[in-house]
């Protein structure tokens, strides 16, 4: 257990508990290792998971998530490195994916397809995946590869990004992300009484290589200014949630519909400052009150989940917590992580930030302890 004391000029000292605490001149490797991995591990192995970052603007949440080249990459490219590492270790080994898990149908005409001029590793991956081989295509009808030599099933990581501001929701691998209608579709899934949701109208896109996770992430960025344009607020980045979300599908050899056996998002969340009023400004007002919502409704899935109670749908969720409900039920892995600068001018808006994550793990400690765990 490590703990963190915070203090500053006209501030009581407190005292916050945490189960992990990195400094800023930590390495991202230190981090990813001790704190998502193990997520990354169990996303691989079925489970479903969210990584969260929450903190106020310019703390570090999208250094974290993406970072720089080399050895200062993010969590996400090293996330989608370990995912193909482990696939093909599995198969290697002759082990076998817990297929118990699978939620749902693909259909393949609206999916993209792998084509390739090569054959296929032993793990049903081809092997242009782990070469970066240039001759990778992908297509999005139903045509699908025939070029695998004995394998039953091939796995693929599919990705989508969205963005969240004021409950709408922008699908930011499409070219009209701000006039397309996505739309948050729930039921129950039979087997385990949860509520399962499901996007009606997102697009996904197959990640192939760290390359191809590049150059997708880089379209989404470029439609994000987009988007901020059209809606003239040249601080959406500031103001809304950032959604990656990686899926984990399979396909039989012959083709035919893709099956989701996980999935893992990576959430950005708004700069935690915007909960604060700012400005009496229309669009400040309604900002706020979107953010305001987010975290109440996020806060209270994640103490739920925790508790092992069975996820259900609240008539006042926000599109944040109806977007992550998959990944925020009782048997998912949550990793909730604070974002805060040690510089003085940061510190109004960084304590706020650590005192809500640490309330909510504090709860969830408490909570368990009367339970007998």
Same mark, same amino acid.
């Given at each position: 257990?490590?703990?963190?004391?915070?203090?500053?000029?006209?501030?009581?000292?407190?005292?916050?508990?945490?189960?992990?605490?990195?400094?800023?001149?930590?390495?991202?490797?230190?981090?990813?290792?001790?704190?998502?991995?193990?997520?990354?591990?169990?996303?691989? =192995?079925? =489970?479903?998971?969210?990584?969260?970052?929450?903190?106020?603007?310019?703390?570090?949440?999208?250094?974290?998530?993406?970072?720089?080249?080399?050895?200062?990459? #993010?969590?996400?490219?090293?996330?989608?490195?370990?995912?193909?590492?482990?696939?093909?270790?599995?198969?290697?080994?002759?082990?076998?994916?817990?297929?118990?898990?699978?939620?749902?149908?693909?259909?393949?005409?609206?999916?993209?397809?792998?084509?390739?001029?090569?054959?296929?590793?032993?793990?049903?991956?081809?092997?242009?995946?782990?070469?970066?081989?240039?001759?990778?295509?992908?297509?999005?009808? +139903? =045509?699908?590869?025939?070029?695998?030599?004995?394998?039953?099933?091939?796995?693929?990581?599919?990705?989508?990004?969205?963005?969240?501001?004021?409950?709408?929701?922008?699908?930011?691998?499409?070219?009209?992300?701000?006039?397309?209608?996505?739309?948050? =579709?729930?039921?129950?899934?039979?087997?385990?009484?949860?509520?399962?949701?499901?996007?009606?109208?997102?697009?996904?896109?197959?990640?192939?290589?760290?390359?191809?996770?590049?150059?997708?992430?880089?379209?989404?960025?470029?439609?994000?200014?987009?988007?901020?344009?059209?809606? /003239?607020?040249?601080?959406?980045?500031?103001?809304?949630?950032?959604?990656?979300?990686?899926?984990?599908? /399979?396909?039989?050899?012959?083709? #035919?519909?893709?099956?989701?056996?996980?999935?893992?998002?990576?959430?950005?969340?708004?700069?935690?400052?915007?909960?604060?009023?700012? #400005?009496?400004?229309?669009?400040?007002?309604?900002?706020?009150?979107?953010?305001?919502?987010?975290?109440?409704?996020?806060?209270?899935?994640?103490?739920?989940?925790?508790?092992?109670?069975?996820?259900?749908?609240?008539?006042?969720?926000?599109?944040?917590?109806?977007?992550?409900? +998959?990944?925020?039920?009782?048997?998912?892995?949550?990793?909730?992580?604070?974002?805060?600068?040690?510089?003085?001018?940061?510190?109004?808006?960084?304590?706020?930030?650590?005192?809500?994550?640490?309330?909510?793990?504090?709860?969830?400690?408490?909570?368990?302890?009367?339970? #007998?765990?």
């Amino acid at each position: 257990m490590n703990r963190q004391t915070c203090a500053n000029n006209g501030y009581e000292a407190s005292l916050f508990e945490f189960d992990h605490v990195f400094s800023e001149a930590q390495r991202q490797d230190k981090f990813y290792s001790q704190s998502v991995k193990p997520l990354v591990q169990s996303f691989v =192995e079925g =489970e479903n998971g969210s990584v969260i970052f929450f903190g106020p603007s310019q703390s570090g949440k999208t250094y974290s998530l993406h970072g720089k080249a080399g050895k200062e990459r #993010g969590i996400v490219p090293r996330a989608i490195e370990d995912v193909l590492t482990i696939v093909k270790n599995t198969y290697e080994h002759g082990e076998n994916l817990n297929s118990s898990s699978i939620i749902e149908d693909f259909g393949t005409d609206t999916q993209p397809i792998l084509s390739v001029n090569a054959g296929a590793s032993k793990f049903g991956i081809p092997r242009n995946i782990l070469t970066n081989n240039s001759q990778i295509q992908v297509y999005g009808n +139903n =045509e699908a590869a025939k070029d695998y030599d004995g394998v039953s099933d091939r796995i693929f990581i599919k990705m989508s990004v969205y963005l969240i501001y004021c409950d709408r929701i922008f699908d930011l691998l499409s070219a009209k992300s701000s006039k397309k209608n996505v739309k948050l =579709e729930h039921y129950i899934d039979q087997a385990t009484s949860q509520v399962v949701t499901k996007f009606s109208n997102m697009t996904e896109k197959l990640v192939l290589s760290l390359e191809q996770y590049y150059a997708v992430i880089q379209d989404a960025f470029r439609e994000r200014k987009t988007v901020s344009m059209r809606l /003239t607020d040249h601080e959406i980045r500031k103001r809304s949630h950032l959604v990656i979300s990686l899926g984990l599908v /399979t396909q039989s050899k012959e083709g #035919g519909p893709m099956r989701e056996i996980s999935r893992l998002n990576f959430a950005e969340l708004c700069g935690s400052e915007q909960s604060v009023a700012q #400005g009496g400004q229309a669009r400040d007002t309604t900002v706020r009150q979107f953010v305001t919502k987010s975290f109440n409704c996020l806060s209270t899935q994640i103490l739920k989940s925790s508790l092992g109670k069975r996820t259900q749908l609240e008539e006042g969720d926000s599109s944040l917590v109806a977007a992550l409900k +998959n990944t925020l039920t009782s048997k998912s892995n949550v990793l909730l992580v604070a974002c805060a600068s040690s510089a003085p001018q940061f510190f109004d808006h960084a304590l706020p930030a650590i005192k809500f994550c640490a309330r909510i793990r504090d709860t969830i400690v408490r909570k368990l302890q009367k339970l #007998g765990f």
